[in-house]
Nanobody, 117 residues
Framework: QVQLVESGGGLVQPGGSLRLSCAAS????????MGWYRQAPGKQRELVAT???????NYADSVKGRFTISRDNAENTVHLQMNSLVPEDTAVYYC???????????WGKGTLVTVSS
């Protein structure tokens, strides 16, 4: 069982930045594809960014050029650097670990990001 704990959310003004972190338990972190998803009020959960075990990245069009996903396999962490934030980025952000070998997905409990003046 993998546990994911997100941190770094909060209130930020439009144009500001935040860095989210996700700490994962276990000793096979490097095998997982990691990702960030978000869910705004009244909307479905959507993909924000993913990074494969090999380092390939994928971003939602709405965040390309503003957000950057990174991972530190030695520390079992994945980060999401968010710049030039806009109110539409307001959502609960969830960390995801995809064990593609076993076909199991793990989710954190989420961290709230609010972009407002």
């Amino acid at each position: 069982q993998v546990q994911l704990v997100e941190s770094g959310g909060g209130l930020v003004q439009p144009g500001g930045s935040l860095r989210l972190s996700c700490a994962a338990s276990g000793n096979i972190f490097s095998r997982y594809a990691m990702g960030w998803y978000r869910q705004a009020p009244g909307k479905q959960r959507e993909l924000v960014a993913t990074m494969s075990s090999g380092g390939s990245t994928n971003y939602a069009d709405s965040v390309k050029g503003r957000f950057t996903i990174s991972r530190d396999n030695a520390e079992n962490t994945v980060h999401l650097q968010m710049n030039s934030l806009v109110p539409e980025d307001t959502a609960v952000y969830y960390c995801n670990a995809d064990d593609m070998l076993l076909g199991i997905n793990y989710w954190g409990k989420g961290t709230l990001v609010t972009v407002s003046s």
